[in-house]
């Protein structure tokens, strides 16, 4: 093997121009597979964050927002514990709740409550800073993150929210992250037809087309009761007051009915303002088809692609070993066999692809092309330029292995060599 690598290194050093060829080849090859993957990833990403809900039965509601009959008297729902305990039977809810009526520094801002599984469910891109963890619960001080505003807050800040419905309501918060522009987080849209899939969960928040403020708060760290002016439970009689509205996932428990469903269903709905409801099902089913579309959509013209790149590769690969036959002649009469002069080729084709691999992994860690290599991306091109090494190995040793020293060498045995 020792012998193999340095005669491979030694072939790579003759054709240089050649070699240089193949290097850039596999750098393409290798870049059209991060693209594939990173597109595959990023349409999974945000229907499996929440796709181990939508195997249960249950509903995805969207509304203008949710209420309850109280004492003949339409009351609102406050949160997830209030609506599991209208309904009954429930085992997840996702919600979102917006505090009504907030300002910032004299400003309006959109202030929302997601509650613990929505949470622990999204793993945003940061413009600075962190999204949510398990250490916050326990705080004495509120967390908040808040939506990308150009720097109008930033993280490490700490703002007061107000509202303005009460003068004397005021919430000190340290802001602890900055969501990237055009973040898509959960919110449904209640204006757009639905799609019946996963993307009824989200919303793109984007700077340049809403310039309100959105701020983001964790239910789980205001049912603490350290923050009484954001907890109806524990609060005076006065405080923010909130609703939980825009979209909720509810899943139910195992062994409950459709007509139990649809009699929880129509008792929401008897106050509360719902434009649209899907069953947990039908989302699942439309969000498999829904991927399953737009993969099969550019996959077929990405499949060509890389398939030419590929063969090109082989191709020249081939040629080399072709041009380089004289030298496998020499190392024959050495005592080399065919299939160790085919495992020099393919030595030089893995050294090849490791350096093609390096510089796709300068060129992602620039940051200025938009690829960005992760496990599976590594994992997948270690797997595409294992394949290529081996479907070139097994050519050359075929063609190489059917032909004679002395084919190489002509009928007189002359030809001249430089090593």
Request: proline share 1%.
């Amino acid at each position: 093997m020792k012998t193999c690598l340095k005669l491979a290194i030694r072939q790579i050093k003759k054709s240089v121009f050649a070699r240089e060829v193949i290097i850039i080849l596999f750098t393409v090859v290798f870049s059209f597979v991060i693209f594939f993957v990173s597109a595959i990833q990023l349409k999974l990403k945000d229907y499996q964050s929440l796709s181990r809900f939508f195997r249960n039965k249950g509903l995805l509601i969207t509304s203008m927002g949710l209420a309850k009959s109280a004492d003949d008297h339409g009351t609102v729902i406050r949160d997830e514990e209030e609506l599991a305990d209208y309904l009954g039977d429930t085992t997840d809810i996702l919600c979102m709740e917006e505090v009504w009526a907030t300002t910032v520094n004299g400003e309006s801002v959109d202030t929302y409550c997601y509650s613990r599984n929505v949470v622990d469910s999204l793993d945003p891109d940061m413009a600075e800073g962190r999204w949510f963890d398990s250490s916050d619960r326990n705080s004495d001080r509120l967390k908040v993150v808040v939506s990308y505003n150009n720097g109008i807050i930033k993280t490490g800040d700490t703002i007061v929210l107000k509202s303005t419905m009460d003068n004397e309501l005021a919430q000190e918060m340290d802001v602890i992250g900055i969501l990237a522009d055009d973040q898509l987080m959960f919110m449904g849209d209640t204006i757009r037809e639905a799609y019946c899939d996963y993307r009824d969960c989200f919303k793109v928040f984007s700077s340049k087309y809403d310039k309100t403020i959105k701020l983001f708060l964790s239910d789980e760290q205001l049912s603490t009761g350290a923050f009484p002016y954001l907890n109806f439970r524990t609060g005076p009689e006065k405080g923010f007051q909130k609703q939980m509205r825009n979209v909720t996932l509810i899943s139910f428990k195992d062994g409950i009915g459709d007509d139990e469903i649809l009699e929880k269903t129509d008792k929401l709905r008897e106050l509360s303002n719902i434009v649209g409801y899907n069953t947990l099902d039908d989302i699942r089913k439309g969000s498999r088809t829904y991927i399953t579309q737009e993969l099969s959509t550019w996959f077929p013209l990405f499949a060509m692609l890389l398939f030419f790149v590929i063969i090109a590769l082989i191709s020249v690969n081939i040629v080399m070993t072709r041009k380089m036959m004289g030298y496998y002649a020499i190392h024959y009469l050495c005592g080399f066999t065919w299939k160790q002069n085919a495992n020099v080729s393919m030595f030089a084709s893995l050294m090849e692809a490791a350096i093609a691999f390096v510089i796709i992994l300068i060129i992602t860690l620039s940051g200025k092309t938009g690829l960005t290599l992760g496990i599976v991306e590594a994992f997948a091109c270690l797997v595409t330029a294992i394949v290529i090494v081996l479907v070139s190995h097994l050519t050359i040793l075929g063609m190489i292995g059917k032909t004679s020293a002395k084919e190489v060498f002509g009928e007189n045995g002359q030809r001249r060599l430089t090593w």
